[in-house]
């Protein structure tokens, strides 16, 4: 069965730290139109060579992507981000389906739901990499794909993922059993 990611942008891709972290970054700004004519106003900044070791990751590993962010509203992930950032063009993007009423259900918690849902149709190893939801629901998660290897990775939200990050999954699917890292 092959590897999954479930990655997240703002506080994983998206970190105003990044030139820090990975010694270079690029900074843009991005309008969304939304439907209904409202727009939003961002300014983005990546380490093209975390994308890049993102993208070898998922070459060397056979990995499987999935989209887990706000970005997925409307697709915005595929048709804004990823042509920006150059890289990890592709994957599938879980819906984006935040509470109806947050007082109800923590506003986070539809990505934990989304992840849970993904596994119990196709149970497969997952690492999931989350600046928040990670921090917050994790153990919930872990209860619910109990016997599924996986690897949480929360991050900083100004500093993002790490080249230690990236090690830490290499590692991580490098141990998973043979039978567990091909389809």
Excluded: C
């Excluded at 105003?16 to 983005?44: C, L, Q, V």
């Excluded at 509470?99 to 497969?124: C, N, Y």
């Excluded at 993002?160 to 059993?177: A, C, D, F, K, Y």
């Amino acid at each position: 069965m092959r590897a999954r990611l479930y990655l997240d942008v703002d506080g994983v891709l998206n970190a105003r730290n990044a030139k820090f972290i990975w010694g270079e970054a690029t900074s843009t700004s991005m309008t969304i139109h939304h439907p209904g004519g409202y727009t939003d106003d961002f300014t983005i900044h990546w380490a093209p060579d975390l994308i890049l070791a993102l993208d070898v990751l998922r070459t060397t590993f056979d990995i499987e992507l999935v989209w887990l962010t706000t970005w997925n509203e409307n697709n915005f992930v595929l048709t804004h981000l990823v042509p920006t950032i150059q890289g990890l063009a592709g994957g599938r993007v879980l819906p984006y389906d935040p509470p109806f009423s947050p007082v109800i259900e923590a506003s986070g918690w539809w990505k934990g739901r989304g992840l849970i849902k993904d596994q119990a149709a196709s149970p497969t190893p997952f690492i999931w990499i989350d600046d928040q939801e990670v921090s917050l629901h994790g153990h919930k998660i872990l209860a619910k794909t109990t016997g599924t290897p996986s690897l949480l990775i929360p991050t900083s939200p100004i500093a993002g993922l790490t080249p230690e990050h990236v090690e830490q999954m290499s590692e991580w699917l490098e141990r998973l059993p043979d039978d567990a890292k091909t389809i």
